[in-house]
């Protein structure tokens, strides 16, 4: 898979589908809503507001988000009245969201989580909208943004590598050289924390975090096939190959921040701000948390080092967000006109000015206002033989949610018994999978 001159290239719509969200897909295939609806509006019937319902409540992209909203109205004439919730709780009640009075469009995932929802008509096709907007996206955005019926259901916004992050400061003060390979990483670790670092910043209380450190290991152990493969249930957990990428993780654990299952990726954040924390894996949102502009100019990033040369440093995660069109919007025209004025240029401008941690899902876009950080994100998805989306992104949401999540925090806080650790998952794949 790998990426042109034109644009992203990005696995293919015809994988599983996926959302997040405990018991998310078990919960909407029996009928049976999950605690609480995230809505806080049933849509707009008057035909000058359009309600948006939005898992953005982080202060720097909700800030982001309200210019560009800003710039619609001035715009359209059509207001945008938005519905904030919790990250987090909106990704977990997405189901009975959905399935209630949800806000005419809403913020979610591109790729498998989009088509999920398309495929059980929770969402309503756009091509209406694609049809103004085609031109400003390389085809692998266009194919992400597709259902499994080749509709389109979502309109990008924008795409972020994951990496491991540091302060270029400390590794001159310390002498550190960037490593390419495990063995590198490994004594840059074990550096680290004789100079008093911790070498590796971890929070994990939210539980998704883990799955990024999962991924980045088992693309680098075992190859984006077996990792994909392993993601759509075909390839074994009790695999030797899986059960060496725990190996290798249980070889880098001793280095991660200690109480990481209690703590949050902004308060882990914190501790590489403070050069306290050596790196940090995430994604590039991490820059959010770079609040100071010398802190930020400080901040650069690496790829997951080499683990096999056989594949290299081949495979990035590179997840990307944006918009989709509710069941039944009750201001579908105004819902169109706000889609369509998402998919442009101007608007991706919009919000990377409020928001430089990202890059835009458009190839039309302007990059030269672009941080340093900014374009090195760029081109690092660029230089990818082959893109992720994210382990719960790239899997059954059933799965994801209710095994690995706990499974991998299990792991975080005792990393002995990885055997009877995978069998347990591997037998509830199972099951999961055969339903």
């Not at 972020?160 to 490593?179: C, D, E, L």
């Not at 993601?231 to 290798?248: C, E, L, P, V, Y």
């Not at 924390?277 to 930020?296: H, I, N, R, S, W």
């Amino acid at each position: 898979m790998h990426l042109t001159p034109s644009g992203l290239s990005v696995p293919g719509p015809s994988r599983r589908t996926i959302l997040r969200g405990l018991g998310g897909a078990a919960a909407l295939g029996a009928g049976i809503p999950l605690l609480s609806a995230c809505a806080g509006s049933s849509g707009s019937s008057d035909p000058k507001t359009v309600s948006l319902g939005s898992n953005s409540s982080d202060a720097v992209p909700k800030k982001a988000f309200a210019g560009v909203y800003k710039a619609f109205t001035k715009s359209s004439g059509i207001a945008v009245n938005v519905n904030t919730k919790d990250h987090n709780t909106f990704q977990e009640q997405i189901n009975s969201y959905l399935q209630g009075t949800p806000d005419d469009v809403f913020t979610w995932f591109a790729g498998y989580r989009m088509q999920f929802f398309a495929s059980k008509g929770l969402a309503t096709p756009i091509d209406d909208v694609w049809s103004s907007i085609k031109d400003n996206f390389p085809s692998a955005m266009q194919d992400l943004s597709k259902g499994e019926d080749g509709k389109y259901y979502f309109v990008p916004l924008y795409t972020y590598p994951w990496a491991i992050f540091y302060r270029k400061s400390v590794f001159k003060a310390h002498g550190y050289s960037v490593p390419t390979t495990w063995s590198q990483f490994l004594a840059l670790c074990k550096q680290m924390k004789k100079d008093n670092l911790v070498p590796i910043a971890f929070g994990d209380k939210d539980q998704w975090p883990a799955m990024g450190t999962f991924d980045q290991i088992n693309s680098r152990t075992n190859g984006y096939d077996f990792h994909m493969s392993l993601m759509q249930g075909k390839a074994s957990w009790t695999d030797k190959r899986t059960r060496a990428t725990f190996d290798n993780w249980a070889e880098i654990l001793p280095y991660h921040q200690d109480g990481a299952v209690g703590r949050t990726w902004q308060d882990a954040a914190q501790g590489l701000v403070a050069k306290k924390a050596g790196m940090y894996l995430l994604g590039m949102f991490v820059a959010q948390q770079f609040t100071k502009a010398e802190d930020l100019a400080d901040l650069d990033f690496f790829v997951f080092p080499e683990i096999d040369p056989t594949y290299g440093q081949d495979t990035v995660e590179a997840p990307t967000d944006g918009y989709m069109l509710s069941k039944k919007p009750k201001n579908h025209a105004g819902s169109v006109k706000l889609l369509k004025f998402l998919g442009t240029p101007a608007a991706e401008e919009t919000y990377l000015k409020g928001d430089p941690s990202v890059v835009a899902a458009s190839t039309k876009a302007d990059t030269s206002a672009y941080t340093a950080l900014q374009k090195k994100g760029y081109d690092t998805i660029a230089a990818a033989k082959h893109l992720t989306q994210f382990m719960d992104r790239d899997s059954r949401p059933d799965f994801t949610a209710t095994v690995m999540q706990p499974a991998l925090q299990n792991f975080v806080r005792n990393p002995k018994g990885i055997d009877s650790l995978l069998s347990s998952i591997e037998r509830q794949k199972k099951t999961i999978f055969a339903s």
